[in-house]
């Protein structure tokens, strides 16, 4: 049928090309040592997406490790609360481990083991990425290193025992703002100086191709299982999606299975203490393209193309780049990306943890932050659908000194 | 335009030349020009500056200390290619190509392969950019001075040679500048195997420190690139507020150069 409300939106969801690209976005800048590599792991995700005993034991994985589906829930007080627009939160917090991570981590983990690799590595930023990775190096018997800046270390404690409770070594990086985007350079080390044993999990949706591409394919169960609960529950499609974005995972796989849909899409950068400020990590309002950590995306960076200090309150949004997909679906506006403030996202976290009782993690109270903004001033017919990507347990110490309190 | 780097390795025909590498503008873009000038005093028979950049996810501590020195001090591109128009008003013959990340470049903007190959640089060495990205840039003017690791197998080698010119680049170990040392024996053994795939001389670094390392590997290489080893010593001559940092620097490149002119005394006759 040539009907082009199917034929343009089937390409929104077919990229990217052969070498990695979404429109001028994403590709492949490494250095020559990690070429062949990168270009083995692409072989490999080729050959495992058409191995159906891979996708079993991912199945296998995600219902009975991780505990999916993970629930889609109408937030009725929250509703009641705001008093407009219907809202939908999908559970991602009660997934193992508290998070979306998860998600990529297990099909990550199943491709290394495919590829023989015997030892892990990983960079995070609040931690989330880091439990999850140490949660599956653990499940799978392989030593784990994880890379996380000096002032995350700080700033996420908990998540930092946690880590070591499951078995990884947590190596601290105080090079640089000493946070995500330095933990990355050092994984990037890493994995460089150890290409023969070494598989490196990257926790978002950047990185060299073949990595957006296979983060969004182990993130977009987020998306598919909220359409059809969502169908099922209202017997409809959102309106709108919202999710927050650092590097943009659980944005991505929110948003995939919807690009072809009537759903407006829009995606929550940190603001920080304002897009007016230099304090924020929103690089698709405040950078320009740029290439950093293997792809070509949106940067903060000054006029000489060095990259500045991102800031958020949340750890995990504290980055000065954003996937590349995310780039190109902001280039092509089929994704609005909109800012909210550290301060805003801290009022959403406590309204949250008052009205629903639900303590949501600092970057998923962003998200939140958004909808009860937008909520009243929508029909009550109307549905937004929010990721809540993780939960806030982590982010207590953080939130109590925003608020002036001694824990 | 007359090739330099052609030029150099004709002139130097039958010994190993010496390769150095600085991060450019490191400890001060104002001493850039007499550290250039020092190297080839001390024997560098070609120069690899770098272009510092705030995430060098290739570089090892030293490097990325010397990159942290220079932009702290307010290295930029335009600044680079400042100084090597200065260096080239007393020089015209030492090759100098600039190694860094691409970022910078971008940002430099479509002249940046005019304007410095206007200011005298001969070349490129872009980290991260494999050819599979090569039209991210025009480079008209400047030498593509490729890299190939120990990961680049037989398969890969024509990807990594199409397009390369000035020389080889052959990164001896697997990992960031100024780490592992590689032995000799394997060096050897790659040199062999890029050599008979390609005319352009091979350069070998990553790792090597020590006079008598680039004496090892001179031995084998058309040419022994020593760079994190240099920019340790600019950052300990700077630590101790050195007045004399070309001096120093000088000093160290000439036990390199002599180590690796007498790399094939024994072998040459």
Redesign the interface.
Known sequence: MPDIQTTKPAALRAGPDA?GHFGQFG???????????I?DLEREYEAAKADPAFRAELDYLLKHYVGRPSPLYFAEPLTRHLNGAKIYLKREELNHTGAHKINNCIGQILLAKRMGKTRIIAETGAGQHGVATATVAARFGLPCTIFMGARDIERQAPNVFRMKLLGAEVRSVS??SQTL??AM?EA??DW?????DTFYIIGTVAGPHPYPELVRDFQQVIGEEAKAQLLEAEGRLPDVAVAAVGGGSNAIGLFHPFLDDPVELVGIEAAGKGLDTDAHAASLAGGRP?????N?TY?L?D?????TEAHSISAGLDYPGIGPEHAWLHSIGRVRYEGITDAEALDAFQLLARVEGIIPALESAHAIAWAAKAAPGMAKEKIILVNLSGRGDKDIFTVAAELGVQL | MTDRIASRFAAIRGRAGLVTFISGGDPTPDLAVPILHALVRGGADLIEIGMP????????PAI?AGNIRA?GAGM???KLLAIVREFRATDEATPLVMMG????????GPGFAADASAAGLDGVIL????P??RQ?LSLEGLHLI????????AA?LPT?LDGASGFLYY?AV???TG??SAAAADVAAAVRRLKAATDLPVAVGFGVKTPEQAEAIAAHADAVVVGSAIVERIGAAHDRQSNDIPGEVEAFVSTLSRAVRGARKETAA
């Open positions: 070498n590709g492949r800048y490494v250095a020559e040592t990690l070429m062949p590599l270009l090079s640089g985007k330095d350079n990037l080390r460089v100086t150890n290409v023969h740029g290439v950093l950590h293997g070509k940067l960076q006029a000489d193309g060095q990259i | 950049f705030t995430d060098p996810m290739a570089d090892g990325q932009l930029s591109v335009r990340y691409l970022n910078p470049v971008l940002a430099y980290v991260d950019l494999p599979e990205e991210e490729r890299l190939a690791t120990p990961t680049t197998d890969r990594v990164v697997a990992g960031v780490q592992q």
